[in-house]
């Protein structure tokens, strides 16, 4: 995802020049060329995250649209006071970019999960909060946020899901996109880990003969309360999947949403860790795996959910 | 009106405006109110009737819990009406005891949160070097303020990068919020840690308008950050005020309020 983020916000500071990405000493090998090609758009900001993001909110102020860049929870929660005070509250066109939602530093430990941005980031207000699913919207979302106004966060992923858009596909922020059909079940999934939610849909058809209807939530504020409340309506059981904890993030979202508007799933269902703090040790999938992620999990968690029982 | 005016203004607007409001922090805006009033009296280029002009100098104020000067200075200064400033930290009112910009021309930043407006002013800072302009940007800090690290890395980011158009003054009165700054956390040797980041320090009296002037409207020859260091008085103004952690809480009402008000009428 970082590469389709990189390539995209290269192409598109060559048109705009108020365009500016800010580093905070973090990249290396994926820069270089942006550096290069646009020294006047580029800025290392060194180890220092709160002043990358006050940094941010001072060029933004004077005209520019600002990336901030770093990994894990270090550009959000490291800074949460600068994007609230200082970006938010003066609606500044900063775009906070995290490479490294969920797990996907696993090996490095719980210092380097970003496992509660999106609940954190999503109640700052004014903010537009987006997680793709793959590169397609990774690069869809990178132009989209340049056109967005106000103060953004982008959750990119070391996971991705495979292509799924058709030609004529339109990406819009705060619209969900529906990249399966299904009757028994909605998967509503934000982030890479729309893949998992790719595979468990798969086998709920294959082997179980349920239908899916799959919804990439790539933006988690604005949600979309109509694709949502549709999903509720029209296939009874809804189940969330982020990887991220269940408080308050995209499964939060969504129960929020739809009980405010007295559309009532059947059947709702949060996936998502619930275990605290990630403190095993191991990559994307085996974290997946050990915390409930992975799309064995998904699978029993809709079988469960529809009253089936495994192997039924 | 000269700068020695405005700072009796605001100092007479903000015992006021606390007073009404029952408020805080009179000692700190009485500490401030002299730099304030040499900046707003001539030192910065800004245009009331243009409060977003693209050549004027930035002010951010980053200790905003003294607000009610800068509401003050830019009534005083035509920026709003003078009578405005009687709804200070009262309900509905759009002037917050923390200083903020929405709904008030001239305010740059809202602030409240100490260590926010160095950086914001140095990314303004850099903006102008970027675009080759020549407006300032001037960032007012307390000296209590300096113990938050995001200060520090502005500090460095701003002598990194050269940041010529960046004034930093530090309302030095000595006194932080539970007691004297060298008991909580010594800022000594400050204007030499200042110097050793790599800026330009000037020391003057904060109080002194003539020495303010030529300390805050020279830039450095050598291209570098300014730093002014403002030795101040905390309660400057108001004898029973000055050097004491009580006027940071204690709100001036009845006789306290005419006592002061006098003393600051006769200053």
Known sequence: MRTAFIEELSELAGADPRILLITGDLGFGVFEDFAHRYPRQFLNAGVAEQNMTGLATGLALEGRIVFTYSIGNFPTLRCLEQIRNDACYHDANVKVVCIGGGFSYGPLGFSHHATEDIAILRSLPGITVVSPGDEWEVRQATRALVSTPGTCYLRLDKSKAPPTHLPHDRFRIGVARRVREGTHLTIAATGGILEVALEAAEELATRHDLQTRLLSVHTAKPLDAAALAAAARETGALITLEEHTVDGGLGGAVAECLLELGVVPRAFRRIGLRAGFSSAVGGQSYLRARYGLDRKSVVETALDLLGKKQGE | ?267
Request: with cysteine; hydrophobic share 40%; charged share 20%.
């Open chain 2, 1 to 267: 009106m000269d700068s020695r005016e405005l700072a009796r203004r605001i100092r007479k607007h903000a015992l006021r405006m606390t007073s009404i409001g029952r408020s805080g922090h009179i000692g700190a805006v009485l500490s401030m109110a002299d730099i304030v009033a040499v900046l707003y009296g001539g030192v910065l280029r800004v245009d009331p009737k243009q409060p977003r002009w693209a050549d004027r100098d930035r002010f951010i104020l980053s200790k905003g819990h003294a607000g009610a000067g800068i509401y003050a200075a830019l009534a005083e200064s035509g920026f709003f009406p003078v009578s405005k400033l009687e709804t200070h930290y009262q309900d509905g009112s759009d002037l917050s005891g923390h200083v903020s910009h929405r709904g008030i021309p001239g305010v740059e930043l809202s602030t409240g949160s100490l260590g926010h407006g160095l950086p914001v002013g140095a990314g303004m800072a850099y903006a102008a070097s970027l675009d080759s302009r020549e407006h300032r940007v001037v960032v007012l800090l307390s000296d209590g303020e300096c113990d938050e690290g995001s200060n520090w890395e502005a500090i460095l980011f701003a002598a990194h990068f050269k940041l010529r158009n960046l004034l930093a003054i530090v309302d030095y009165n000595k006194i932080q919020s539970l007691g004297p700054v060298a008991e909580t956390i010594a800022l000594e040797p400050f204007a030499a840690k200042w110097q050793s980041f790599g800026w330009e320090v000037r020391e003057v009296d904060g109080h002194d308008h003539a020495a303010l002037g030529s300390a805050l409207s020279q830039r450095s020859t050598a291209g570098l950050p300014v730093c002014v260091i403002a030795h101040t008085v905390k309660g400057k103004g108001v004898s029973f005020m000055e050097n004491t952690v009580l006027w940071h809480y204690r709100v001036a009402v009845g006789d306290e309020y005419e006592r002061a008000l006098r003393e600051l009428e006769r200053a």
